[in-house]
């Protein structure tokens, strides 16, 4: 089994930072893409950034550009979303997905279950 556990939200004052973790564990033969998702209340959950498996590729939803950088550690199994300059816009759940392929070499799509990000005006 493999599973996703983000950590690091909380409450922010606007123009403050927060940096969130997600940490993959379990039967893991490689982990392939890492995603930052979000959902703000009463909306759809929208995809925020995302970095590939080397870490040289990262795209982010446009709010998020200058702002926001995803990185990776793929010896700790964890990748990373620096948070900067954040507004109440930016308030909502931060979910982790991620495209693993387990000891099995089964291809799964794995999502934490979620950290709730709050920003104050």
């Known amino acids: 089994q493999v599973q996703l556990v983000e950590s690091g939200g909380g409450l922010a004052q606007t123009g403050e930072s927060l940096t969130l973790s997600c940490t993959a564990s379990?039967?893991?033969?490689?982990?392939?893409?890492m995603l930052w998702y979000r959902q703000a209340p009463g909306k759809e959950r929208e995809l925020v950034a995302h970095?590939?498996?080397?870490?040289?590729?990262?795209i982010y939803i446009d709010s998020a550009k200058s702002r926001f950088t995803i990185s990776r550690d793929n010896i700790k199994n964890t990748t990373y979303l620096q948070m900067h300059s954040l507004s109440p816009q930016d308030t909502g759940v931060y979910y982790c997905n991620a495209n693993i392929k387990n000891q099995a070499l089964v291809t799964l799509d794995v999502w934490g279950r979620g950290t709730q990000v709050t920003v104050s005006s």
């Open positions: 970095i590939t498996r080397d870490g040289e590729n990262s």
């Open positions: 379990g039967s893991i033969f490689r982990i392939n893409t």
